[in-house]
């Protein structure tokens, strides 16, 4: 696809931004041909409701999913949630009509947000002109697009690029076009999940979609070695500082991202014993990374690590009501975590492995050790 070809040319011709393939391979040796299933939604936040209903709510979503910054408290939790909770309370809030209307105020208010979301008329423009092309192109129903796709996952994210000018995410980088298309991948990878393959998510080349490049993605494998930026973008990096859209640092950034995701699926394919999707990879690199960005960020510094480590599972012990969830159990004993000198790690409690948990509320979602890894 054009997404992984463009983003290979970067990076062979990158000035800012390194891959380190040992790195890559040291990654793939320590996950030891296993790896964590992250399951989508693990964090139990999306509307689903198994029909058609629910691809119009994750056409809403991922047009809106991006830049939760600089408002520190926003995440994209908060999106997928404050849409499902306008849904639960109005089901027709996404009918095309609707959609061609909200104003920035409006959208803000459906989210029952208490201040300006970041570009917020920019994100009621495109709910704007999602309504409007969804009316005039496909009977105002995202059922209806995603099954014009005929069950592919390309020519869905063709389909979303070409009729949506807002998800028609490429640029041009040292002459030469770059396709990353974030948000209409991601579109296809949420309905595979919340459909679970089946249905008005069932593809059959859900292995052709790459990574989605985001933000969170970059630093986690930045923190483990796989990438590496030049001294001057490091420093705007690290100091906050915004990467200019569309500039040779940002391209970079997310063409490498993309690259690098590419590169560790194939050799965890080959120490796993089968195929290993980018969907899979993401998912995986992405949960690690909004759990545990604070300690990936800092995971040169072992001791601070291990350290806010510690206070967070100590946190967990102490906060054994956790929420009773589908695959999800108390800790009633404990086991240390082991933790990977990359600055990843994996607990195993009895017979279930955590596969995920969530620093900001001191939850964890443990799953069953067997069946779910591979
Ligand atoms: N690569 C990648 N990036 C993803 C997602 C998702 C959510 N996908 C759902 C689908 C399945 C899972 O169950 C997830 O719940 C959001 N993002 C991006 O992260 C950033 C938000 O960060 P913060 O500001 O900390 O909330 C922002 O750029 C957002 O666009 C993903 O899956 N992969």
């Given at each position: 696809m054009e997404v992984r070809t463009s983003c290979r040319w970067v990076a062979d011709h990158a000035s800012y931004v390194?891959?380190?393939?040992?790195?890559?391979?040291?990654?793939?040796?320590?996950?030891?041909?296993?790896?964590?299933?992250?399951?989508?939604?693990?964090?139990?936040?999306?509307?689903?409701?198994?029909?058609?209903?629910?691809?119009?709510?994750?056409?809403?979503?991922?047009?809106?999913?991006?830049?939760?910054?600089?408002?520190e408290e926003l995440h994209y939790e908060h999106l997928a949630r404050g849409l499902r909770d306008a849904l639960?309370?109005?089901?027709?809030?996404?009918?095309?009509?609707?959609?061609?209307?909200?104003?920035?105020?409006?959208?803000?208010?459906?989210?029952?947000?208490?201040?300006?979301?970041?570009?917020?008329?920019?994100?009621?423009?495109?709910?704007?002109?999602?309504?409007?092309?969804l009316a005039k192109h496909f009977e105002g129903s995202a059922a209806k697009l995603v099954e014009k796709a005929n069950k592919s996952?390309?020519?869905?994210?063709?389909?979303?690029?070409?009729?949506?000018?807002?998800?028609?995410?490429?640029?041009?980088?040292?002459?030469?076009?770059?396709?990353?298309?974030?948000?209409?991948?991601?579109?296809?990878?949420?309905?595979?999940?919340?459909?679970?393959?089946?249905?008005?998510?069932?593809?059959?080349?859900?292995s052709s979609i790459t990574m989605f490049a985001d933000y969170v993605v970059p630093a986690v494998l930045r923190s483990w070695?796989?990438?590496?930026?030049?001294?001057?973008?490091?420093?705007?990096?690290?100091?906050?500082?915004?990467?200019?859209?569309?500039?040779?640092?940002?391209?970079?950034?997310?063409?490498?991202?993309?690259?690098a995701v590419e590169s560790l699926k194939e050799k965890l394919s080959k120490k796993c014993g089968q195929d290993v999707t980018s969907v899979q990879v993401d998912w995986w690199l992405w949960s690690s990374g909004i759990q545990n960005l604070e300690l990936a960020t800092d995971s040169a510094d072992l001791s601070r690590f291990s350290k806010l480590y510690e206070e967070w599972w100590q946190s967990l012990v102490v906060n054994i009501g956790l929420t009773p969830r589908r695959n999800t159990v108390s800790v009633k004993a404990q086991t240390k975590p082991a933790i990977f000198p990359?600055?990843?790690?994996?607990?195993?409690?009895?017979?279930?492995?955590?596969?995920?948990?969530?620093?900001?509320?001191?939850?964890?979602?443990?799953?069953?050790k067997t069946g779910k890894f591979w």
């Open positions: 390194n891959i380190d393939a040992k790195s890559i391979d040291k990654v793939a040796e320590e996950m030891n041909g296993s790896m964590p299933a992250v399951e989508w939604d693990f964090e139990r936040i999306h509307f689903c409701d198994g029909g058609p209903l629910t691809a119009q709510y994750m056409l809403v979503l991922d047009a809106l999913n991006f830049c939760f910054w600089p408002d639960f309370a109005d089901s027709k809030a996404f009918d095309a009509e609707r959609l061609q209307k909200y104003t920035g105020p409006e959208l803000r208010q459906l989210l029952k947000w208490p201040r300006r979301l970041p570009l917020e008329d920019e994100r009621a423009r495109l709910l704007r002109e999602l309504g409007f092309v996952a390309i020519e869905l994210v063709e389909l979303v690029a070409g009729h949506f000018p807002g998800f028609r995410d490429h640029t041009v980088y040292k002459g030469k076009q770059v396709f990353i298309y974030k948000r209409a991948q991601i579109f296809v990878a949420d309905l595979w999940g919340a459909f679970k393959g089946k249905g008005l998510g069932e593809f059959n080349d859900i070695g796989i990438l590496s930026y030049s001294a001057c973008l490091a420093e705007k990096v690290d100091k906050s500082e915004t990467i200019v859209p569309g500039s040779e640092e940002e391209v970079e950034i997310r063409a490498c991202t993309i690259t990359t600055g990843r790690s994996l607990m195993a409690y009895n017979d279930y492995l955590v596969s995920s948990f969530e620093m900001r509320r001191s939850t964890c979602i443990l799953q069953p």
